[in-house]
């Protein structure tokens, strides 16, 4: 397969984001965008200089001129629009949080790997190259055993009742949009947790606002993450026997980070970060007809979906359609 064709499904600031980072991949390009209308499938296509634009994701998901599918809604329509697009046979690249709840994400994996059609969740900072070169040294013993993985992703911003990330009905709350990411961090580093505690406090809407979330291990290691609104962190540690490795503000998005051990410290600095790697990876695997990424396995989505659900059910947050909806 020559250049990898991309259509991009929905036209807000990540899919924005997305196509202006694609074309450094270098194996990718743009070639269609599907919206829930017309008039801005068109001014998308038109701002993006690309070459088709739909207005309705069937239409998209129909092109024969299409290789992959960037699902780019918000979560509580991630399942909807990935489960038409994988029956229309589109391999895809779904945003995070990939689903609203487990049994979604079991239900487009289930129907993924029935079709034999690629499918990977845009879980981008385990495709940057600072995040591969923390987890070699971690791999290499740098630290020692991991005993502790503390991380935190909070917002400056504060958010109205109709914003996406407080709407229960666009699977709003600060778990799913932000949370995301220290669980996903700490599930490279230790895997799935044995135990897992949470404590939200939510907003009037029912979604959470704040979230603190302590998970136990089997081998005794503990993972002490948060996410927030109204609380502007992105620092991570990874605490080993013998040391530590500190990423200042910005661990999501990682391109440096620091190694403290035997009382001296070693700065390490990678590529600057951008959504154009997890763009090559997907391009890579489809090039390779290979049916999930090794960078981010579906198993890491369906763990991390499990941690996520059981954060949800100890701090109440139900979202209105959420579950399985066969169509
Ligand atoms: N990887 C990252 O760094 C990152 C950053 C931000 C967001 N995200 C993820 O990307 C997704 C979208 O976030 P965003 O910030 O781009 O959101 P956004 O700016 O609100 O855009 C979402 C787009 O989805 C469509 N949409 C909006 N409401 C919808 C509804 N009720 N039903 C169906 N489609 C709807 C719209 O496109 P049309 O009008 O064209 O249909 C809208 O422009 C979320 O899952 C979020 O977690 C990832």
């Not at 070699?136 to 917002?155: C, E, K, P, Q």
């Not at 406090?201 to 979230?211: C, F, I, M, Q, V």
């Not at 081998?219 to 990874?238: F, P």
Request: net charge negative; charged share 20%.
């Amino acid at each position: 397969m020559s250049a990898v064709r991309w259509g991009i499904l929905a036209t807000g600031g990540i899919a924005t984001r997305f196509v202006t980072e694609l074309p450094q991949a270098g194996n990718g390009v743009v070639t269609a965008v599907g919206s829930r209308s017309r008039d801005t499938a068109e001014a998308f296509a038109a701002k993006h200089d690309i070459p088709k634009a739909h207005g309705s994701w069937a239409d998209l998901a129909n092109d024969p001129e299409v290789d992959i599918i960037y699902v780019a809604t918000p979560h509580s329509h991630h399942h909807e629009a990935a489960l038409l697009c994988l029956r229309s046979g589109k391999p895809l690249l779904v945003e995070k949080a990939f689903t609203l709840d487990l049994a979604q994400a079991q239900d487009l994996v289930s129907v993924a790997r029935e079709r034999q059609l690629f499918l990977m969740e845009a879980m981008w900072t385990r495709t940057l190259p600072a995040i591969h070169k923390m987890l070699d040294l971690v791999a290499d013993g740098a630290i020692g055993d991991v005993t502790l993985v503390d991380a935190s992703f909070g917002l400056a911003a504060r958010f109205e009742a109709d914003h996406r990330l407080r709407n229960p009905l666009l699977g709003g709350g600060a778990l799913l949009d932000l949370g995301v990411y220290p669980v996903h961090f700490a599930h490279l580093l230790l895997g799935p947790p044995r135990f897992t505690r949470a404590w939200a406090h939510l907003y009037p809407e029912g979604t959470d606002e704040r979230t603190g979330i302590v998970l136990g291990y089997e081998d005794g290691a503990v993972a002490s993450l948060y996410c927030g609104a109204g609380s502007d962190v992105r620092s991570a540690s990874v605490v080993g026997t013998k040391g530590r490795i500190e990423f200042d503000y910005g661990f999501h998005n990682a391109s440096s980070f620091t190694l403290h051990r035997d009382g001296g410290k070693e700065e390490f600095t990678a590529a600057p970060s951008s959504l154009h790697f997890q763009a090559a990876e997907a391009g890579r695997c489809l090039q390779a007809g290979l049916l999930e990424s090794p960078m981010v396995p579906l198993q890491s989505t369906l763990d991390v979906m499990a941690t996520l659900d059981a954060i949800r059910s100890q701090i109440g947050v139900v979202y209105p359609n959420m579950g399985r909806e066969i169509k």
